[in-house]
């Protein structure tokens, strides 16, 4: 599918490009009301890690022409760490296809369309991020240039801290000491998107406990 992202609106338009693809779309809008989930299914990736096959419930995205990989890993992300994509309906293009139109998740706060990877997971855009009254908390961090870590970061809206320019940045297998030290928690030495998925849950529900 060829994917386009329309910033203003915070949306992705899925275009099918063949027959087989049409028949996708036409199942996903016959089975999945708007606003209802896509659950995301996993990824296949090349050797630089960039995703090649986004898998959701009932159909996949394969990525086309290179100038498309960008978007592809921008869905993945967004579905990988807020588990899914939102169906909004579908959209006619110019050529007369029928369209998948999905969003990343709603802003909890204003209730807005949300693309943004880092902030569907906590269901807050990043306009509310910066309105948010941050309240801090110790527990497991994730994403961007973390795999996995411990550090500070906003119960409410989820964003991190920033981190002193002055303090060190702990090498990879640090942070899972860390991890496993003040979480009990035990990071595995090779990280498949599984195991990182297990852990953030774990650690929510050890800051849950707490």
């Known amino acids: 599918m060829l994917v386009t992202r329309n910033e203003a609106q915070a949306t992705f338009t899925l275009i099918p490009q063949s027959a087989d693809e049409d028949r996708k779309v036409e199942r996903v809008l016959r089975s999945v009301a708007p606003k209802s989930r896509l659950t995301y299914g996993?990824?296949?990736?090349?050797?630089?890690?960039?995703?090649?096959?986004?898998?959701?419930?009932?159909?996949?995205?394969?990525?086309?022409p290179a100038e498309n990989e960008p978007f592809i890993d921008q869905i993945r992300n967004?579905?990988?760490?807020g588990a899914g994509l939102h169906l909004l309906g579908e959209t006619t293009t110019d050529n007369g296809r029928i369209a998948l139109l999905v969003t990343g998740g709603f802003c909890k706060v204003c209730g807005g369309n949300i693309i943004e990877w880092g902030r569907s997971e906590w269901a807050t855009c990043s306009?509310?991020?910066q309105k948010c009254q941050h309240q801090y908390e110790?527990?497991?961090?994730?994403?961007?240039?973390?795999?996995?870590?411990?550090?500070?970061?906003?119960?409410i809206c989820g964003v991190a801290k920033p981190r002193d320019p002055d303090e060190a940045v702990m090498m990879q297998a640090d942070r899972h000491q860390a991890v496993s030290d003040e979480l009990g928690i035990l990071v595995?030495?090779?990280?498949?998107?599984?195991?990182?998925?297990?852990?953030?849950?774990?650690?929510?529900?050890?800051?849950?406990?707490?």
Do not use: M, W
């Open 188 to 210: 595995a030495t090779e990280l498949t998107e599984e195991v990182l998925l297990e852990a953030i849950a774990l650690a929510k529900e050890h800051a849950r406990a707490a």
């Open 138 to 155: 110790k527990g497991a961090v994730h994403g961007g240039n973390v795999d996995i870590g411990v550090g500070l970061f906003c119960g």
């Open 78 to 81: 967004i579905a990988y760490f």
């Open 42 to 64: 996993g990824r296949d990736s090349d050797a630089s890690g960039r995703s090649t096959r986004v898998t959701f419930s009932g159909f996949d995205i394969t990525v086309p």
């Open 127 to 129: 306009a509310c991020v």
